[in-house]
């Protein structure tokens, strides 16, 4: 993928090596840093402000990203640090919530954290910290043979539609009249999922115009995990990517500043760190 300029995640996974040209990758170049996602980015907020920023993420192991920052914080000149790990995520899916690797990591966090306040307190120096997370963990309890569900149908895969078997919801394409109704009646008939309605799709903003991240999908319950999947067929000890409004799904933030009333989602975290950057830049004046 080098040679074709990529530089973002990539990973083939489990998918058929048949089947890739059908779909896209989702991530061509590096969404942590300015002009990476097409669209303006809080990177690229930074740069247009002038503000000095370094930024650490998956590329970096995470112990060599927390010293580093921790460096930075003790003795640098940034206004603007941000450090983007995937490794709690990681064990959450080995060991689950109540994993012992996931109890000693927080701990490890916390600790990082307590460090880090009393680096900046010897510096004279105001720290403003941000800790979030961008999905919540489901612990896993049973598993779904969607794909060996389909398998006997009339309708075939590759020939009157396309899927996108994920680890929680497989994502259909149509090419042949018919496989429509046959594939929804089949999936239907799965206890531990159900097809999301259109209404469901805009409410979340996944309504997207063009259908291309699928012209219909099917969903699996909270804890109920799609094996084999084209994400692959080891089973894990819990998953994300379920229904939003399951209270395992929700993610965190918290602050030693105070958060306003209206940051509920995510996608409110940008408009309030740049508020909070402006803040900061009228008390420096």
């Not at 990177?43 to 002038?50: A, F, V, Y």
């Not at 998956?58 to 460096?71: D, G, I, K």
């Not at 063009?210 to 994400?231: C, I, K, R």
Request: aromatic content about 10%.
């Amino acid at each position: 993928m080098a040679r074709r300029g990529v530089r973002g995640y990539f990973s083939l996974y489990e998918v058929p090596r048949d089947e890739l040209e059908r779909f896209d990758l989702a991530e061509k170049a590096d969404i942590f840093a300015p002009g990476g996602l097409g669209v303006e980015t809080l990177w690229d907020s930074l740069e247009r402000r002038g503000v000095r920023w370094r930024g650490w993420n998956w590329r970096t192991p995470e112990s060599q990203s927390l010293a580093q920052m921790a460096a930075r914080i003790a003795a640098g000149d940034d206004d603007f640090l941000f450090l983007y790990t995937a490794d709690l995520d990681a064990l959450l899916h080995r060991e689950g919530t109540a994993g012992g690797g996931v109890r000693a990591r927080l701990d490890r966090y916390d600790a990082w954290i307590g460090e880090a306040f009393a680096a900046a307190a010897r510096r004279g120096r105001p720290l403003w910290l941000y800790v979030c997370s961008d999905h919540g963990m489901v612990d896993v309890t049973s598993r779904v043979d969607v794909m060996g569900r389909l398998a006997g149908l009339d309708a075939r895969r590759g020939r009157d539609y396309v899927a996108f078997f994920d680890s929680t919801m497989a994502r259909f394409w149509w090419l042949r009249g018919g496989a429509r109704d046959t594939v929804r009646a089949a999936l239907a008939a799965e206890p531990r999922g159900r097809w999301l309605e259109p209404a469901e799709l805009a409410r979340e903003g996944a309504d997207f115009a063009g259908h291309d991240y699928g012209e219909d999908v099917f969903l699996l319950e909270p804890g109920a995990l799609l094996l084999p999947s084209f994400m692959g067929s080891t089973p894990v000890a819990a998953m994300h990517g379920y229904d939003a409004g399951h209270p395992d799904m929700s993610a965190f933030l918290a602050s030693n500043r105070e958060l306003p009333a209206h940051v509920k989602h995510l996608a409110d975290l940008r408009a309030f760190l740049e508020g909070e950057l402006d803040a900061q830049a009228r008390e420096a004046a």
